[in-house]
């Protein structure tokens, strides 16, 4: 064997046949197996999580994967977990543990762990760090390499330790970019505990001490199973002598911030550096400084008083929102900066994208959007609900063909109402609410619009006054959805007070009075007074005629109720005339697919059924289903009530078995779409039972 150097050297060099350990510079031996750095101690209660993407400690040499998450979730622990038993079991015969918050403190771990190992001896860091990875390279023992809250791609950037077969990494971090995978590296998604993991850790968390577990299940859900949260709630808990209920009870206090229910910094459980408020103020201010930058944190801000479980993404992009934004940074703010914006949030995990659903949402931890509303000004958080309000409306579409589009408008304008109860009611009703009530109404959800309408009626009270229009407004809302759900005698005597009400304040010929009539009209022939409702439908008529005009839909809308209820009354011959000319009259004004015009030839098919003219009644609504199911979508309640009567006159004409049947599909789809108790499943229900006892006799 022959060693030549030419032109000097720096280091010694070693030619050998083989090579099993290195000792670069080749001042001393060590002992194995070694460690370098503290993994963080166990905290109390751990529990171990299903991440099986991360193979056993025994497992999985030459490979790399990285624990991705928010803030809080328990990505350290895992890896110390992971690290801990790989150590103790001999799996590994070197574990490195290395804080790579930064650049220097990886280069400074390198270093130290390169003199511990003694393949540097110098004080170079640089140099020492390039010895430590040249190292591993070639070492033959079994090796591990933790980089925890690895803060950026960046700071890694020609440091991450060589993919060998005796090695193995894991890093964990917040981040979730494209440059953290490939290279034999696994990119696991770390989340908040499984509802089990919550509740067994609050039980090993109080141990003997289980009279504290009351409404802890509940207590989970609120603080969105965030192990973090969970911690040092629990903590509190103790020190305060409380028990999972009462801290309920303060969680649910506005008045009291999150900070003020966590231990103080210096008294918080398991090594925590940060309070739970103060856990994503390092995402946070990183997300200020990306590109676009300033603006990641405000659309936070935005979504921070919106459903944490979704929201459309459109909303992001809306008029308000952008003029918002351009306000706020004093530059213009585009649709793609604020897509960028939001990337930037999923990329530090503070929300998560969700493209691939339809339809397209971003999802955000509950704690996390509060924190982000605690941050703000009464004034800036006031502006801001306002302008979220604005938002939602202008991506709510007129007809709600979607029905989980619809939902899911509906839940965001729900969670905005919870957040910001009194801002919306500044002057009056925000238009949202009574958008959020008619979507409820109209989809048939009528339980829930008039739980919505009794509180908008309380809050609106006391924040505008018992006269203010929009009062008046929400309290004729209740009637109407009231009557619609059956209880129309008390509908009735609503509308009589409100009646009385309305003439005080606005005077006889108002508009709004006017709808009163009408709806009063409308509940009292529903509790069965038709020829009380048909005497005030026709001096409505001539009332709205001289007011609004013959063609206004409020108009045509009275002459439809008398329609209904002359036919009612025994003239069905008359009602279908009168049906015609609306019919006619509303194709003109309203134009062929507008809801009110649908309606006319749904009524119109139904009274010439009702007339004697069964095959024209089927003909009609086999038309009008295709178009209300082309308009309004296949489980909009008005295309149901269309197959409902298709399915009647098929029976009528002589097809009982063909209408038993579709009863059944009717039945099957309003119990889905509207309940099993709302009116019209009921009526479903009994045609069923009709249809079906008639094929049994044929």
Known sequence: MNNSVSEGTVDSLLQAGQVRDVYLGGVRRVQWPQRVGVIPARVGSFQHRDLTALPDHTAGAGA???????????????????????????????????????????????????????????????????????????LAKPWLVVLDDLESPGVVSGLWPPATLTGRVVATTR??????????????????????????????????????????????????????????????????????????????????????????????????????????????????????????????????????????????????VQNYLTHQLGREVTGHAIRSAWRVLHRLNLITDNPSESPHTIRIHGLVQRVAREELTESQFAGLARVAADALGQIWPEIERDRLYARLLRV?????????????????????????????????????????????????????????????????NLASARSRAGDAASAAEDCARLLADRVRVFGPDHPDTLTTRHNLASSRGRAGDVAGAMEECERLLADRTRVLGSDHPDTL???????????????????????????????????????????????LSSWRGKAGDVAGAVKECERLLADRTRVLGSDHPDTLITRSNLAWWHGVAGDVAGAAEESEHVLADRTRVLGTDHPDTDYARAMRDYWSSESSTD
């Open 175 to 320: 981040r979730r970019e494209d440059a953290l995978t490939g290279h034999l590296r696994t990119l696991i998604s770390v989340g908040v505990f499984t509802p089990t993991e919550s509740l067994r850790y609050l039980a090993d968390r109080f141990g003997h001490e289980s009279s504290r577990l009351a409404e802890a299940a509940d207590l989970a859900v609120e603080l969105g199973h965030l192990p973090l949260a969970l911690s040092q709630a629990t903590a509190y808990i103790v020190d305060e002598d409380l028990d999972c209920r009462g801290y309920r009870r303060l969680l649910a206090d506005r008045r009291q911030k999150l900070v003020e229910l966590v231990p103080e910094p210096d008294a918080l459980p398991d090594d925590h550096r940060n309070p739970i408020t103060g856990t994503w103020s390092l995402s946070v201010a990183l997300a200020d400084r990306q590109r676009p930058r300033g603006l990641a944190p405000r659309v936070l801000e935005v979504a921070a008083l919106l459903d944490a479980n979704g929201i459309p993404v459109e909303l992001f992009t809306t008029r308000a």
């Open 557 to 603: 809308a009275t002459r439809s109720g008398l329609a209904v209820w002359r036919g009612r009354a025994g003239d069905a011959a008359g009602a279908v005339t009168a049906f015609e000319e609306l019919f006619a009259d509303r194709l003109r004004i309203l134009g062929p697919d507008h809801r009110a015009t649908l309606a006319s030839r749904g009524n």
């Open 412 to 476: 965001n304008a729900s969670a905005l109402h919870n957040y910001a109860i009194e801002q919306l009611n500044i002057g009056r009703v925000h238009p949202i609410l009574f958008r959020l009530g008619r979507s409820l109404h109209e989809s048939g959800l009528l339980k829930a619009a008039i739980d919505h309408y009794r509180d908008l009626c309380i809050t609106s009270a006391r924040s505008l006054g018992r006269d203010h229009p929009d009062t008046l407004t929400a309290r004729d």
């Open 64 to 138: 790399a994967w990285v624990l991705s998450g928010m803030g809080g979730v328990g990505k350290t622990q895992a890896a110390a977990d992971y690290a801990q038993r790989a150590w103790s079991t001999g799996v590994v015969e070197l574990v490195v543990w290395v804080d790579a918050s930064s650049r220097a403190a990886i280069l400074a771990t390198y270093a130290a762990a390169a003199n511990q190992l003694g393949w540097h001896t110098g004080q170079q860091t640089d140099l020492a760090a390039t010895r430590f990875l040249d190292g591993l390279a070639v």
